[in-house]
């Protein structure tokens, strides 16, 4: 989509286009800079000049409650009066942040979403200029390869969290882990828990475990959502293989069929 959409000819005017991209996390995020990346790349091969506005939610480090209103307040005066060629947006809290606010702050422009976790189509019935792209973890193929390099492994201790990417991200991993069928594992996954009742539990496993990691973001008592800072403890604690669904920063991990931020 992203490929056939930026080309010379869709900028074939004499002005230099205009492009927003919004992200959700905040500039050092390693996900959002991949996902840059992957931007970038894209719309430097249109052949032309481009002229590229940069914001971001910063979503995993301020509750939206406090920043939201003051986003919204932020966008409408910068880009008053300014028109776009299209808007790019990464993940899903700038998705959920924009939907209800599209045509106040933009209204009639393109707008292209990446990064967003097994999205409702039904959202977008009245938002037409919406398009974009799902992502969908495949937590099947990943734990197929545990077991193929593992074979001995008789737990999985599943880690996810209660945050809304993690409900959904939890549901998928129940629809593949059903699809797989009859497998002798046993798999407890866990999803609300303190960083001391998390390392207590990672230190408890067994020879023959190990642990998927579904979603990190968020732990209780904790304010800060750090999912880079958690999913590294998991390494530096578990005495056993860990494997993830999420490819972005470098890590500790075995490995993992896992989505690309680039992509």
């Known amino acids: 989509l992203l490929v056939a959409f930026f080309t010379p000819q869709v900028f074939a005017d004499d002005k230099v286009p205009r492009v927003l991209i919004l992200h959700s996390y905040h500039q050092e995020n390693p996900w959002a800079g991949s996902i840059m990346d992957g931007m970038m790349s894209v719309l430097k091969s249109a052949g032309s000049e481009i002229n590229i506005y940069t914001e971001y939610l910063d979503a995993q480090r301020i509750p939206k409650e406090k920043s939201w209103p003051v986003f919204e307040y932020y966008l409408k005066e910068k880009y008053k009066g300014e028109k776009f060629e299209v808007i790019l947006a990464s993940d899903d809290d700038v998705l959920d942040f924009l939907t ?31 398009k974009g792209i799902n992502q969908e973890i495949d937590a099947g193929a990943t734990i197929e390869l545990a077991l193929k390099l593992l074979p001995d492994t008789e737990n999985v201790l599943v880690i996810s969290d209660r945050t809304s990417a993690g409900v959904k991200t939890t549901a998928k991993f129940k629809k593949d882990l059903k699809e797989l069928g009859s497998i ?29 990691v579904l979603r990190i973001q968020k732990i209780k008592g904790i304010d800060e959502r750090s999912p880079l800072r958690f999913t590294k403890f998991v390494t530096d604690i578990s005495p056993v293989p860990a494997f993830k669904v999420w490819g972005a920063g470098e890590s500790d991990y075995t490995g993992g069929v896992m989505v690309s931020a680039f992509a």
């Open 184 to 212: 002798k594992q046993q798999f407890e996954l866990i999803d609300d828990y303190t960083l001391q009742e998390l390392e207590e539990r990672l230190k408890a496993l067994g020879i023959n475990d190990i642990v998927l």
């Open 100 to 130: 209800p606010r599209y045509k106040a702050l933009f209204p009639g422009t393109p707008f292209v979403f990446c990064g967003i976790n097994n999205i409702d189509e039904n959202k977008f019935i009245t938002h037409k200029a919406f």
